[in-house]
């Protein structure tokens, strides 16, 4: 598959790429370290990019995912407001001399979002909408099947009873043990229970997380 994707791009005369996935919180491979995958980016730009943690600082990508549709490098400066980490980034992706590109964003399920960095080297700016549009439906299309052939080796969480799924929706909702077992007519010691079990069954400790791991499992809306 990535080669296919590699291909289809590069005939399409785009010289360098890069896919950062981000995982939704709550997920099991949520972390704060994005996997990032690069193709034809100087060497010493990409083990700079992973060394100083510029993931943490680099405003496209996520800039990406909230315009929700492609924009070239050189103008997240004057389309957004950056803060002053992110404007020290972009100076220096100047001064790395790459050229411009494109940022694709592209959408999972369950908030399972990423981003395609498609670098255009020295001739910037030379793709029609229609090029542009194209380029995005593989971003996009690639982006959907790595999330299917994902989740086939990520843990499984057990399911939820019906009763568990009901006061984990009154949790998302913000209500304390107290208030969902005069909602559900129980006592607030099997309220706790079934707290406890649901906790056990995602692998958390605090409802903070149960309620982000129940929608990055899709299982709250």
């Given at each position: 598959?990535?080669?296919?994707?590699?291909?289809?791009?590069?005939?399409?005369?785009?010289?360098?790429?890069?896919?950062?996935?981000?995982?939704?919180?709550?997920?099991?491979?949520?972390?704060?370290?994005?996997?990032?995958?690069?193709?034809?980016?100087?060497e010493e730009w990409v083990e700079r990019y992973k060394d100083k943690q510029?993931?943490?600082?680099?405003?496209?990508?996520?800039?990406?995912?909230?315009?929700?549709?492609?924009?070239?490098?050189?103008?997240?400066?004057?389309?957004?407001?950056?803060?002053?980490?992110?404007?020290?980034?972009?100076d220096e992706l100047e001064r790395a001399d790459l050229g411009d590109g494109l940022a694709v964003p592209v959408f999972g399920p369950h908030g399972r979002d990423g981003y395609v960095g498609l670098g255009c080297g020295q001739d910037q700016r030379t793709l029609s909408t229609g090029q542009i549009i194209e380029l995005q439906y593989i971003c996009q299309a690639a982006h959907l099947r790595y999330c299917?052939?994902?989740?086939?080796?990520?843990?499984?969480?057990?399911?939820?009873?019906?009763r568990e799924q009901e006061i984990l929706n009154w949790i998302a909702r913000g209500k304390s043990n107290a208030v969902i077992a005069e909602i559900l007519g129980l006592s607030?010691?099997?309220v706790d229970t079934y707290v406890r079990r649901i906790f056990k069954k995602f692998d958390v400790g605090d409802r903070v997380s149960a309620v982000l791991r129940g929608y990055a499992l899709g299982l709250l809306s």
């Open positions: 598959m990535l080669e296919f994707t590699i291909d289809a791009i590069k005939r399409r005369g785009i010289t360098r790429m890069s896919y950062h996935h981000m995982p939704p919180p709550g997920a099991f491979d949520h972390s704060p370290y994005v996997s990032v995958i690069t193709e034809g980016f100087p510029y993931y943490l600082t680099d405003p496209i990508p996520r800039r990406a995912l909230s315009a929700g549709r492609p924009f070239w490098w050189s103008d997240a400066g004057r389309h957004f407001d950056l803060s002053e980490k992110e404007k020290a980034y972009l299917e052939l994902l989740a086939k080796h990520l843990p499984k969480a057990a399911a939820l009873s019906e607030a010691n099997t």
